[in-house]
């Protein structure tokens, strides 16, 4: 006789107390397939369709909304119109999740960007509490269109690189020439001293931007607080 194996943790509904209107959620979201972990977590009120998650997710994550999305629970997909996916209109309290649920959520479906959901508890709702809110995190969102997480691991670490360490020493002789000169003029004399400074600081620039955006817990609140997560709900179905 076959063993019967137990239900996936997201298949169990949560219990009738956890579907109140009036409770929030607890939820924690993490990059796949980066390491050291990409992390944030939030409250978000049972009530928030997955389309407000959405939004949310893009906010305290640091994304910018400009590409397509999708969250997979079991078999059911839902999302972005464009993609044939069932609209996100759905609450997460008619979901039912259980305390432990999972699901996942793709952004950008070119090279996704896989982050797993997880359902970490339900509390009870503050009344001077405003929600959602971001109660944690770590770790820099990688920028967008950098390739997918094998990129964007492969290039964290530029900024210690030789090349690095070359664009930064020439960066200080050309201001160290400028000191001895007294004068910026040097730079405008010399057109193959401006072109090499130049280069040097877009390379850096580069190399800064491939870090990702940093997480500001406080940012992310202050973004949360002015809805942006609205606006970052552009994907119409």
Not at 142 to 148: N, S, V, W
Request: net charge neutral; glycine share 6%; proline share 5%.
């Amino acid at each position: 006789m076959k063993r019967r194996l137990k239900p996936p943790a997201a298949v169990t509904p949560l219990s009738k107390a956890v579907v109140n209107a009036d409770a929030v959620l607890q939820i924690k979201i993490w990059l796949v397939g980066i390491s050291p972990m990409v992390w944030r977590r939030v409250l978000v009120p049972a009530t928030f369709t997955l389309r407000e998650l959405h939004g949310v997710i893009q906010v305290t994550m640091g994304w910018e909304g400009i590409h397509l999305y999708v969250f997979r629970l079991r078999a059911a997909r839902y999302g972005s119109w464009e993609l044939l996916a069932s609209s996100p209109d759905v609450t997460l309290a008619d979901l039912r999740f259980r305390k432990g649920a999972r699901l996942i959520y793709e952004y950008d479906l070119n090279i996704p960007w896989r982050h797993e959901v997880r359902i970490e508890d339900r509390l009870e709702r503050e009344a001077r509490k405003t929600y959602p809110v971001c109660t944690g995190g770590a770790g820099a969102c990688p920028p967008e269109d950098c390739g997918g997480p094998e990129s964007f691991m492969d290039h964290r670490n530029d900024w210690l690189s030789f090349e690095a360490l070359e664009d930064l020493d020439t960066m200080v002789e050309v201001l160290q020439d400028v000191v001895r000169e007294g004068e910026s003029e040097v730079l405008a004399l010399d057109q193959e001293t401006r072109w090499r400074l130049e280069d040097a600081v877009e390379r850096a620039r580069a190399r800064e931007q491939a870090q990702g955006r940093p997480f500001s817990r406080q940012k992310v609140n202050t973004r949360l607080r002015a809805g942006e997560h609205h606006h970052l709900m552009h994907q119409q179905w």
